[in-house]
């Protein structure tokens, strides 16, 4: 997928602190501020009961030094990239989690949030992602809208000039991790299967 358009980045839709904005396909897009994009961390859960199956999330990400790959805690990448301060963080609570270290925002060029199928099975899609930002302000992003499937790109995340775009994408992908993060552009990544990247 390709970054915000001119269009979308001229009509910008904003998020005010302690607000919450709910994202779908007619109306996908928000821009954060400078302050929302660059402190705290922002925090992005699936929530989503038993009826939908064994759901777990993971990202795809590029950063600005060209550097890309994969976090998905439920396979044991828990870190993006695996360094003592990594940008991006999977991990579980009551729901599957990704946290973004907002002091970091400089080194991330974009990511996408993908939820998938542990173990391979046709997830019925239900709940909702919610991304809470510094400030109490949240989005959220309804799944019930997507088709039936194995994985599933949630949404997207650009770094546009310092200020992070939210996009809600709701597509179902054929296949597997690997051909959901190649249908997004994430083609430096290598695999040593359709889930686990090469380190």
């Known amino acids: 997928m390709s970054p915000p358009s001119a269009w979308e980045r001229s009509h910008v839709a904003r998020v005010g602190a302690g607000e919450q904005r709910i994202l779908t396909v007619a109306d996908p897009t928000v821009t954060l501020t400078r302050v929302q994009s660059g402190v705290g961390s922002l925090d992005i859960e699936a929530v989503c009961s038993a ?14 030094s060209g550097g890309s790959g994969v976090v998905q805690h439920a396979d044991g990448s828990r870190f ?6 990594p940008v991006l963080v999977g991990s ?10 907002l002091r970091q925002t400089r080194d ?3 990511l996408a949030v993908y939820a998938y199928s542990q173990s391979r099975a ?18 959220e992003v309804p799944l019930e809208r997507l088709y039936a499937g194995r994985i599933a790109m949630l949404t997207t995340i650009y770094n546009m000039d310092g200020e992070l775009v939210v996009r809600a994408e709701l ?3 054929d296949g597997d991790v690997r051909e959901a993060a190649r249908a997004y552009g994430f083609g430096r990544i290598t695999w040593r299967d359709g889930r686990t990247p090469v380190d």
């Open 51 to 64: 009826e939908v199956g064994d759901l777990r999330l993971g990202a795809a990400y590029q950063l600005r």
């Open 171 to 173: 597509e179902t992908i």
């Open 80 to 85: 993006g990239p695996s360094s003592r301060r």
């Open 92 to 101: 579980r609570e009551e729901y599957e989690r990704l946290g973004i270290d």
């Open 108 to 110: 991330l060029e974009r």
């Open 122 to 139: 046709e997830l019925r899609w239900g709940g909702t992602l919610v991304l809470t930002l510094f400030g109490g302000s949240r989005l």
